[in-house]
Each structure stands twice: as structure tokens, then as C-alpha cells.
């Protein structure tokens, strides 16, 4: 494939400077809505720098991060999916530009939460998972939605996503042994309970994400971020939660059938057309529904936890 360099040219330096920089590693496409959230929320957690590939949007995004001080913006030469669904071209930015950092490699519509994060910021999650000899957190998705149908579900972009979405599916989450490491692959959630998947694909969308990694080049994400290359993970489930449900997306829905753009020719997004064009609206909220309401709601729930030394380690801190 080559050396990274021939696929993406940065704006800046190829290789920022910054030892000891937590890093945050994004490939974005007209994600202008999201995008100001996202980067409060992991910059308030300890993210010091963002690596973001643009995939040729349209919308705006471009010159918001063009604008951000803590951006190292990378445009790419060639269209994301052209390359194994991105896989590869993913793999090779993080070699490039995250190699010895901690990373969190994230969807434009993900927030990363931890145990007690509230408390305890990334910088110190990482030394902790340092000291154990840990390169990685495991995460659950948590589809997150609005109280009403989802065309209400209209964001303002300088607010939080958690103002306009709040509300989650506390289970069932169902847990499915898998071959790529971490060999695990959880499902549930609002996808597995509104929408048919079965005409496309055997299970509803896998929830299994390996977002927070030590990256060593040579490292490899080997299904988007749902699986990696064996590596040391620490005795923790953290959380993305996960704001795809905003008003756009019936339109985001069309243009990835359209396209293609995803995974099996976007035969997830599929299952979620048919639905949708049965002109019957989409309301995500039921009576199971519960509004969040902090990382405590979740370790209770048992949809999060961390070990008894990281339990120590947040009791100490305090």
C-alpha cells in the first residue's frame, strides 16, 4: 500500500510535535452538526490533540476545523471506503501520527465515557492503565435518542448532543462469542428491538468497540474499531455513547443506500430505509426507556464497570 505519506497530505506538520499527547483520531464526512459537541466533550476529558481526515465534505466541516487550535487536519487523496472500508487507511494515519500516544479513534457521533470520569480525566485513566501494563479499553455503544419522533430530534451544533439526545435502552445487551479479537461482540439496544435486520444480515449491528488504545505502529484495527489486533486490554467496559439519531437521519439513511458507502453496500442502513419508508415516523423512546444520567447510572445498570483496583485507584484520587 505504501508509506502514509502517499495517501494523505496534512495541513501543518506531517507528524505534530507533543510527547506524552493524548490523542484523538477521527475521519469525518459532513459531519458539521456533531463535530463541536464531540470535540468539548473529549477535550473537557483529557484529549490534548485531534487528528481528523476529511473525506471530502461539504457542509462546512472543513472550515470549522480548519479554525479549532488543537486540529491537525488531514485530507485524503482517495475516497474512504475505496480502501477495505477505511480499515487500511485508518491503520495507516495512526502509524503516522499516533504511534506511542493514547488514542481514541471515534465516529463523528460518538462520546467516550469511562467509570468515574466525572472524577478521574483521561490523563489519568491512561496512567493507571500504564502502571497495569494495559494498551486497551473495551466499549459498548449505547444508541442514544430524543423524547419524540426523530425528525424532533433537531440539534443546535454549540450544544450538547446529551441536550438533544438523552435517552438510552438500558437492556438487553446479548454478548456473542467472535473470532477477531477481542472475541467478543455485544448487540441490543434500540437497532435490535425497532429494526429487521435479518434480510441482510445475521445479528443486528455489533456494539463491540475498541476505541481507547497505546498505539504502536504495527497496531491494527482489523474491522473499523470493533476489533484489533490481540492486545493487553484492561478489566474495564467503557462506553461510546452513540448520537446517530439526530433529524438528519433519514437523510443520512438515503444517501448511504445510495451510495454504498458502508460495510456490505451499506446493508445495515438498508434495514433501517425499509422502516423508514413505511412513512410511519420513528420513535425510539418506550416505556424501558431510561434518561441518563451520569457514569454511576451506568455501572449500576451493569452496562459499564472497571476492576477493583481501578475502584481504588478513583477512591484514592478523590
Not at 487528528?51 to 479554525?67: N, P, R
Not at 433519514?250 to 438498508?270: K, L
Request: charged share 20%; glycine share 8%; with cysteine.
Amino acid at each position: 500500500m505504501g508509506d502514509v505519506g502517499d495517501q494523505v497530505r496534512g495541513f501543518g506538520p506531517s507528524a505534530p510535535q507533543g510527547a506524552g499527547e493524548i490523542r484523538a483520531c477521527l475521519v469525518v464526512r459532513d459531519e458539521a452538526l456533531r463535530l463541536p459537541s464531540l470535540l468539548a466533550h473529549h477535550r473537557a476529558l483529557g484529549v490534548d490533540r485531534f487528528i481528523v481526515v476529511d473525506d471530502g465534505s461539504t457542509d462546512g466541516t472543513l472550515a470549522f476545523l480548519q479554525a479549532q487550535p488543537d486540529v491537525h487536519l488531514v485530507q485524503a487523496e482517495f475516497r474512504y471506503e475505496a480502501r477495505h472500508r477505511g480499515v487500511d487507511w485508518l491503520n495507516h494515519i495512526l502509524d503516522a501520527f499516533c504511534d506511542g500516544h493514547w488514542t481514541l479513534t471515534l465516529d463523528a457521533d460518538e462520546l467516550f465515557l469511562f467509570p468515574s470520569c466525572e472524577q478521574v480525566g483521561l490523563r489519568a485513566l491512561c496512567g493507571h492503565l500504564d502502571r497495569h501494563g494495559a494498551r486497551g479499553v473495551m466499549a459498548l455503544m449505547i444508541d442514544m435518542y430524543g423524547p419524540g419522533d426523530v425528525s424532533e430530534a433537531v440539534h443546535a451544533p454549540m450544544s450538547p448532543l446529551l441536550q438533544t439526545c438523552p435517552w438510552f435502552d438500558p437492556g438487553p445487551y446479548h454478548a456473542v462469542r467472535a473470532g477477531p479479537f477481542p472475541h467478543v461482540q455485544f448487540s441490543g439496544g434500540p437497532r435490535a428491538r425497532m429494526f429487521d435486520f435479518s434480510a441482510y444480515q445475521p445479528r443486528p449491528p455489533v456494539l463491540t468497540k475498541v476505541p481507547l488504545v497505546k498505539w504502536a505502529r504495527g497496531t491494527r484495527y482489523v474491522m473499523s474499531t470493533h476489533a484489533t489486533t490481540p492486545l493487553p486490554l484492561y478489566p474495564m467496559l467503557a462506553a461510546l455513547l452513540h448520537f446517530k439519531f439526530l433529524s438528519d437521519f433519514p437523510d443520512r439513511v438515503a444517501r448511504a443506500v445510495a451510495e454504498g458507502q458502508y460495510y456490505g453496500g451499506s446493508r445495515e442502513y438498508r434495514a433501517y430505509k425499509d422502516l423508514l419508508d413505511r412513512g410511519e415516523g420513528l420513535r425510539l423512546r418506550d416505556e424501558r426507556s431510561v434518561r441518563f444520567a451520569g457514569t454511576r447510572q451506568l455501572v449500576d445498570l451493569e452496562i459499564m464497570y472497571a476492576d477493583a483496583a481501578y475502584d481504588a485507584f478513583v477512591a484514592q484520587a478523590r
